[in-house]
Each structure stands twice: as structure tokens, then as C-alpha cells.
């Protein structure tokens, strides 16, 4: 069974220039988050859907962040533009909420450099 | 606000038993205690949660003192692909807002 898939893998750009990553959750959650890890430093929550909807943005940067989840399956996660700081590894999750659990199943990471 | 604290690094000897330490001193009621790790270049991995009773499966033990103010992850037989770093975070079911420290980097030594 395939489990979260994002991509990029990696990704460098120049400040100022936009980027945009995908994410496919598992089959069948209905949960899916956006997460930031800086280096040495745990995941940080971005965003969090229900379905399409965005119940948690409160972390989101959004003078430049911003994210969609159409149809309630697959998201995208875009940034425009990219400061310097933005560079980080950004995670994407997925969740069957309704089972009341806190078990994420994270993929494997977008690294994003800017230079 | 950090709800956890764990020792930001620890060694263990390949074979022997790995315990991970958190203090979890403001856990409210209905806070599960919900342990991930992160293997290098990967996303984080649930190991196993917990209320109030010891818990064990395939991975790991989770031992939460009767107070529920901290909590002990046990690796039994260390191998060194349980190299990673380990968080532990507490988690309120109506909020669903799981958050991470910096958790612990455990090294298993060959």
C-alpha cells in the first residue's frame, strides 16, 4: 500500500522566485497537514485540513504561504515569494480523524533551498 | 509553550535496551502521550501512544508513571537502524494539533 507521496524531493531556487510542492495522502484519510522542519529543530505545524476544509491555518505565513487541498484528496503547498529564511524541509501528513487517533503518517519531505 | 522535555541526545550500545525519558508535568486529563521518531532524511514514525496504562507493541514500551507527569519509551533490543532522533508529545483528541520538540538523538552504539 503506497504511503504519503510528496514531491519534490528537493527543490533550490533563488529568493523572490515562488515554488510549489504536492502532496498525495494515504488512500482514505481524510486529515492531511502541512508541517516545516527547520534543521536541528522538530516539525512545525503549517496548516491542517478536514477534507477541503482548512480547520487550523493559524500558522501559516500568509503574506506568502499558501495551500489548497481541491476535492479533499491531494494538496498543494505554494510560497511566493521565497525569502532565505524559508529554507527547510516541509512535510506532508495524513490522518483518518474519525478513528480518534493521533498516528500521522508523514511522507518523506520536500527540502527546499533558497539561495 | 513546550508541553515535553526530553534529553537532547543519549547512547546506547547495540543489543542492550534503549529508555527514552519525557517529562510531561502539565499533561491535562485527557492527554495521550504519543512518542514518533525520525530516521535521517525521512518523515517522523509513530512508535506508540499511551493514557495511563504501560502499553506494548511490535516497536516499543511505553511505561507512564502512575502520576502521568513522565514517561519512559523502551527500545528492548537496540539495533543500529534505531539511530534517529525520538519526540514526545502529548496530544488532546478535540484539538488534534500534535506538535513536536526537539526531541532526543538517540545513537546506537555498535
Known amino acids: 500500500e503506497a504511503g504519503v507521496v510528496q514531491s519534490p524531493r528537493y527543490k533550490i531556487i533563488e529568493k523572490k522566485q515562488p515554488v510549489a510542492f504536492w502532496c498525495n495522502p494515504i488512500?482514505?484519510?481524510?486529515?492531511l497537514y502541512w508541517y516545516r522542519q527547520n534543521l536541528g529543530q522538530g516539525p512545525e505545524l503549517l496548516i491542517r485540513?478536514?477534507?477541503?476544509?482548512?480547520?487550523?491555518d493559524s500558522q501559516l505565513p500568509k503574506d506568502r504561504f499558501s495551500a489548497e487541498r481541491l476535492k479533499g484528496v491531494d494538496s498543494t503547498l505554494k510560497i511566493q515569494p521565497a525569502e532565505l529564511g524559508d529554507s527547510a524541509v516541509y512535510l506532508c501528513?495524513?490522518?483518518?480523524?474519525?478513528?480518534?487517533?493521533?498516528?500521522?503518517?508523514f511522507g518523506e519531505g520536500s527540502r527546499l533551498t533558497v539561495l | 509553550d513546550a508541553k515535553t522535555t526530553q534529553p537532547p541526545s543519549m547512547d546506547c550500545a547495540e543489543g542492550r535496551a534503549a529508555n527514552l525519558p519525557c517529562n510531561h508535568s502539565?499533561?491535562?486529563?485527557?492527554?495521550?502521550v504519543y512518542w514518533y521518531r525520525q530516521i535521517h532524511s525521512q518523515g517522523p514514525q509513530y512508535i506508540i501512544h499511551?493514557?495511563?496504562n504501560n502499553e506494548t507493541n511490535e516497536m516499543a514500551s511505553l511505561i507512564i508513571t502512575e502520576d502521568r507527569k513522565s514517561s519512559t519509551l523502551i527500545l528492548p533490543h537496540a539495533t543500529l537502524r534505531d539511530t534517529a532522533v525520538y519526540y514526545c508529545?502529548?496530544?488532546?483528541?478535540?484539538?488534534?494539533?500534535?506538535?513536536f520538540g526537539t526531541g532526543t538523538r538517540l545513537t546506537i552504539i555498535p
Open positions: 508529545t502529548v496530544i488532546n483528541f478535540g484539538n488534534e494539533k500534535l506538535t
Open positions: 488512500s482514505g484519510h481524510n486529515t
Open positions: 502539565t499533561i491535562s486529563g485527557n492527554e495521550y
Open positions: 501528513a495524513s490522518s483518518f480523524f474519525s478513528a480518534n487517533t493521533g498516528e500521522l503518517f
Open positions: 499511551g493514557l495511563k
Open positions: 485540513y478536514e477534507n477541503e476544509e482548512a480547520v487550523d
